[in-house]
């Protein structure tokens, strides 16, 4: 989306809802413009084919009927109906170009999100939740898109024809047609004083249903508490209040939107008649030259000018609910843009798998602080286990490593180098991370192997799934390698899912491999069995085992336990934070 399509703040102005929407899409329209070309062109050929039969019932009626020439009536007869079943083709036809605009033009959103979605810093995750980000990606921009669909190319559509519509009223009776207009203009003035009351209200219920959901989703989540202190009659009264307020307020922005549609329902009727009542008055009296057939066309032409403007106010309405959809839409696109990535210079090179924590604080969202002046340092090549409870920031301890997440002061040191100074592209390429519940993707045994690095073959990969030992548990599968992971039907034991994420996280050969409790919940001996297959193929690289098992610890080099600091303990041991850290060889 480019800065100046956000969506105004204001959409209380008469149309400006089909605006926003449009441009919403602009970008995408703009790749387009072939699709976007054959459907204005489209427009204006239904318009010109619907022109035939109001134009051909004037002469039927003053030509052909009078003169009593049946071959004549029958062959204006033809040429109308030739020209409706004409009309329909165009019709689909437009209706086809319109579903393809749509179509490209969402997915065209879906792809940018999706990609920028893939490049957001990791805080982006802990503020939006996957259930939140689904919602929006696939609710709110099908809304979108939806409302794209139905009613801003199709009030572009009603729009083009109305104006050619008029444009030719003119020509058949200027007289007329100017005392058509009139009415026109007072039918689109009453849909625009109109529509600020119906916003007005339909806004207002918005705010008290939400405040009803709000207090259901209260009193769902608190049952328990609910009935343990006996408050059931408290917010049952609450929530009659609440409903009541809400009841009232749909009723009257109801009514506002019904009694307003009903108005401009009443005035299209209006509208319709007039050709009548004028065309007749001015026929008693000859004036303008205003013939039965001339009435007869504007009356044809009336009826679909006075829908129009009445879908057009409609279409304006209906977006308003179609504006929060965007807000959100763009919010996700706008929220921690993706940064450039620089290219990779000499210096920025990292001289070793040196890691190094100086002085390093951070504090929790809630105010919680995890560490409080933390210094260690891990050796290139060394297994070092972090242990600590559970709560005391060892998983944070991982994601500050990894760059995921950035101290509130300190610094932490790769190789001699600030790990900010480093691409964050880059410095990734030095670690793999296996998480205590790794995720499996919806791909082949292969694939999600063979996506932790994209330098890979055959070889290597058999050659890895052999030192796992785990080509016996590929081979059982319906597929072997090929099988696809997380499917109905499918079902890995926690260590063969551990064993695969495993191979997934050593097939790029990594400097530094992270682990976070990634043998919690398997049995002893294949825990066992997993450490021996790590150890023997991480002899010279750096292991960093989060852990909370003594078991997984002690096969490590050296332990650093991360522990509560006592009150008043003011010394500061050799690693120290807050929990304070100590090491155990």
């Given at each position: 989306?480019?800065?100046?399509?956000?969506?105004?703040?204001?959409?209380d102005?008469?149309?400006?809802s089909?605006?926003?929407v449009?441009?919403?899409?602009?970008?995408?329209?703009?790749?387009?413009?072939?699709?976007?070309?054959?459907?204005?062109?489209?427009c204006?050929a239904?318009s010109?084919?619907?022109?035939?039969c109001?134009?051909?019932?004037e002469?039927?009626?003053?030509?052909?009927v009078?003169s009593?020439?049946?071959?004549l009536?029958?062959?204006?007869?033809a040429?109308i109906?030739?020209?409706?079943?004409v009309?329909?083709?165009?019709?689909?036809?437009?209706?086809?170009?319109?579903?393809?605009?749509k179509?490209?033009?969402?997915?065209?959103?879906?792809k940018?999100?999706?990609?920028?979605?893939?490049?957001?810093?990791?805080?982006?995750?802990?503020?939006?939740?996957?259930?939140?980000?689904?919602?929006?990606?696939?609710?709110?921009?099908?809304?979108?898109?939806?409302?794209f669909?139905?009613?801003?190319?199709?009030?572009?559509?009603?729009?083009?024809?109305?104006v050619?519509?008029?444009?030719?009223?003119?020509?058949l009776?200027?007289?007329?047609?100017?005392?058509?207009?009139?009415?026109l203009?007072?039918?689109?003035?009453?849909?625009?004083?109109?529509?600020r009351?119906?916003?007005?209200?339909?806004?207002?219920?918005?705010?008290?249903?939400?405040?009803?959901?709000?207090?259901?989703?209260?009193?769902?989540?608190?049952?328990?508490?609910?009935?343990?202190?006996?408050?059931e009659?408290?917010?049952?009264?609450?929530y009659?209040?609440?409903?009541?307020?809400?009841?009232?307020?749909?009723?009257?922005?109801?009514?506002?939107?019904?009694?307003?549609?009903?108005?401009?329902?009443?005035?299209?009727?209006?509208?319709?008649?007039?050709?009548?009542?004028?065309?007749?008055?001015?026929?008693c009296?000859?004036?303008?030259?205003?013939?039965v057939?001339?009435?007869?066309?504007?009356?044809?032409?009336m009826?679909?000018?006075?829908?129009?403007?009445?879908?057009?106010?409609?279409?304006?309405?209906?977006?308003?609910?179609t504006?929060?959809?965007?807000?959100?839409?763009?919010?996700?696109?706008?929220?921690?843009?993706?940064?450039?990535?620089p290219?990779?210079?000499?210096?920025?090179?990292?001289?070793?798998?040196?890691?190094?924590?100086r002085?390093?604080?951070f504090?929790?969202?809630?105010?919680?602080?995890?560490?409080?002046h933390?210094?260690?340092?891990?050796?290139?090549?060394?297994?070092?286990?972090?242990?600590?409870?559970?709560?005391?920031?060892?998983?944070?301890?991982?994601?500050?490593?990894?760059g995921?997440?950035d101290?509130?002061?300190g610094?932490?040191?790769?190789?001699?180098?600030?790990?900010?100074?480093?691409?964050?592209h880059?410095?990734?390429?030095?670690?793999?991370?296996?998480?205590?519940d790794s995720?499996?993707?919806?791909?082949?045994?292969?694939?999600?192997?063979?996506?932790?690095?994209?330098m890979?073959?055959?070889?290597?990969?058999?050659?890895?799934?052999?030192?796992?030992?785990i080509?016996?548990?590929?081979?059982?599968?319906?597929?072997?390698?090929?099988?696809?992971?997380?499917v109905?039907?499918?079902?890995?034991?926690?260590?063969?899912q551990?064993?695969?994420a495993?191979?997934?996280?050593?097939?790029?050969?990594?400097?530094?491999?992270?682990?976070?409790?990634f043998?919690?919940?398997?049995?002893?001996?294949?825990e066992?069995?997993?450490?021996?297959?790590?150890?023997?193929?991480?002899?010279?690289?750096?292991?960093?085992?989060?852990?909370?098992?003594?078991?997984?610890?002690?096969?490590?080099?050296?332990?650093?336990?991360?522990?509560?600091?006592?009150?008043?303990?003011?010394?500061?041991?050799?690693?120290?934070?807050?929990?304070?850290a100590?090491?155990?060889?």
């Open positions: 989306m480019e800065k100046n399509d956000k969506p105004d703040k204001n959409p102005k008469f149309l400006r089909l605006v926003q449009a441009l919403f899409f602009k970008s995408e329209l703009a790749c387009q413009k072939r699709s976007v070309a054959f459907f204005l062109i489209l204006v239904v010109l084919v619907d022109f035939i109001p134009l051909l019932t002469q039927l009626i003053d030509i052909a009078p009593k020439d049946l071959s009536v029958l062959w204006y007869s040429i109906i030739g020209s409706l079943v009309a329909y083709g165009l019709n689909l036809a437009v209706i086809r170009y319109a579903v393809i605009l179509e490209k033009a969402v997915y065209g959103i879906s940018k999100l999706i990609r920028q979605i893939l490049a957001k810093d990791p805080a982006f995750f802990y503020q939006y939740n996957s259930a939140d980000i689904l919602t929006r990606f696939a609710n709110d921009l099908s809304r979108i898109g939806d409302f669909y139905d009613y801003v190319l199709f009030s572009v559509f009603y729009f083009i024809i109305s050619l519509f008029i444009t030719w009223l003119y020509y009776n200027w007289i007329l047609a100017a005392c058509i207009c009139i009415f203009a007072i039918h689109v003035l009453v849909a625009y004083v109109m529509y009351p119906i916003i007005r209200n339909a806004r207002e219920a918005q705010v008290k249903n939400s405040s009803q959901n709000e207090l259901i989703l209260d009193i769902l989540h608190g049952e328990t508490e609910i009935k343990v202190y006996q408050q009659s408290a917010f049952f009264d609450r009659k209040q609440k409903g009541k307020e809400f009841c009232d307020s749909q009723i009257r922005a109801m009514w506002v939107r019904e009694a307003s549609w009903s108005t401009l329902d009443r005035l299209s009727r209006i509208t319709n008649v007039m050709p009548i009542i004028l065309g007749s008055v001015f026929i009296y000859a004036v303008a030259g205003i013939t057939g001339v009435m007869v066309a504007f009356i044809q032409i009826y679909y000018c006075s829908r129009y403007v009445s879908f057009i106010a409609y279409s304006s309405l209906r977006g308003l609910f504006m929060a959809s965007i807000e959100r839409v763009n919010e996700l696109l706008t929220a921690y843009p993706q940064k450039e990535l290219p990779v210079t000499v210096e920025e090179t990292p001289d070793s798998a040196d890691i190094e924590f002085d390093v604080t504090t929790y969202p809630s105010g919680k602080k995890i560490f409080d933390l210094d260690l340092s891990i050796r290139s090549g060394e297994k070092v286990a972090i242990m600590a409870p559970s709560g005391f920031g060892k998983t944070t301890f991982a994601r500050l490593l990894l995921l997440s101290p509130d002061s610094e932490i040191f790769f190789g001699g180098k600030e790990i900010h100074t480093i691409p964050h880059f410095y990734l390429s030095f670690f793999s991370y296996v998480r205590q995720y499996l993707f919806r791909l082949s045994v292969q694939d999600n192997i063979e996506m932790g690095w994209h890979h073959d055959d070889l290597s990969f058999n050659t890895l799934i052999d030192q796992l030992h080509r016996a548990i590929i081979d059982a599968l319906p597929e072997k390698a090929d099988t696809v992971l997380n109905e039907g499918l079902s890995l034991s926690k260590g063969q551990q064993r695969i495993l191979a997934r996280a050593l097939i790029r050969d990594p400097q530094v491999l992270v682990v976070d409790e043998t919690s919940g398997l049995d002893r001996v294949t066992e069995q997993i450490l021996d297959d790590l150890l023997g193929l991480m002899k010279h690289q750096t292991i960093v085992c989060i852990t909370h098992s003594p078991n997984v610890a002690k096969r490590m080099d050296r332990t650093i336990m991360l522990h509560a600091r006592e009150d008043g303990d003011t010394g500061k041991e050799p690693v120290t934070g807050f929990p304070g100590t090491h155990q060889q």
